[in-house]
């Protein structure tokens, strides 16, 4: 066979070897391990989730005012005063004193956390409402979380173990527990313990001087 004949049948003989060459190409990747995607990925782990969250703080409610999930490990390592409240309570003007409490102590590790609760029917309003009501006539910052029951049969499941760490559950708006830097119930407060009583502020200060 002369170089022309030669020539012309190797070219022939290119495309039936690059296909070929494509198609085992294709079933070697098949048997190789892909690469992770993105979405493969394991999310990361926020600290606190992965075991530095206490029990008393391992919830997760929506926020008041937009129903935005928060994650309560988010306060590990507070001092965390839980507060059930109402718009329409003798009691309603402790926001100003809690929101004051929470300006004051908010920078050495004081959180306050507001739960709305008609339970006792004083808290009617749609979250939208309780949010305006609070923010506009007590100027109240600290987080507020989304209406749900304190107590009874339906009680969120944070205030079921803070009833069970202190042998009470709330018996009126604007009761009160605290919770140490370890996570640790340590207390509860009848709601006509003001938020400027100084044995109150006094327990919260030596709780905020305290170690984890």
């Given at each position: ?40 990925k394991p999310a990361a782990i926020p600290a ?165």
């Open positions: 066979m002369n170089r022309r004949h030669t020539a012309l049948a190797a070219a022939s003989l290119r495309p039936a070897m690059l296909a070929a060459a494509l198609a085992l190409a294709a079933a070697s990747a098949t048997l190789l391990p892909h690469p992770a995607r993105a979405a493969d606190a989730a992965a075991g530095n969250c206490p029990a008393s703080l391992n919830f997760q409610f929506p926020r008041l005012q937009d129903e935005a999930p928060q994650n309560l490990c988010q306060y590990a390592g507070k001092v965390v005063l839980v507060v059930n409240t109402a718009s329409y309570c003798g009691f309603t003007p402790q926001y100003e004193g809690l929101e004051a409490l929470y300006s004051r102590y908010r920078d050495r590790g004081l959180v306050v956390l507001g739960f709305p609760s008609n339970d006792f029917s004083q808290e009617p309003g749609s979250a939208k409402e309780i949010a305006d009501f609070c923010y506009n006539t007590y100027g109240v910052k600290f987080p507020m979380l989304g209406k749900s029951h304190v107590r009874g049969g339906d009680v969120n499941p944070m205030y079921a173990l803070l009833a069970k760490e202190t042998g009470t559950a709330p018996k009126w708006n604007f009761y009160k527990y605290l919770i140490d830097r370890s996570g640790k119930v340590v207390a509860s407060y009848n709601s006509k313990t003001t938020p400027d009583d100084k044995q109150f502020v006094a327990t919260i200060e030596q709780l905020l001087a305290s170690p984890r």
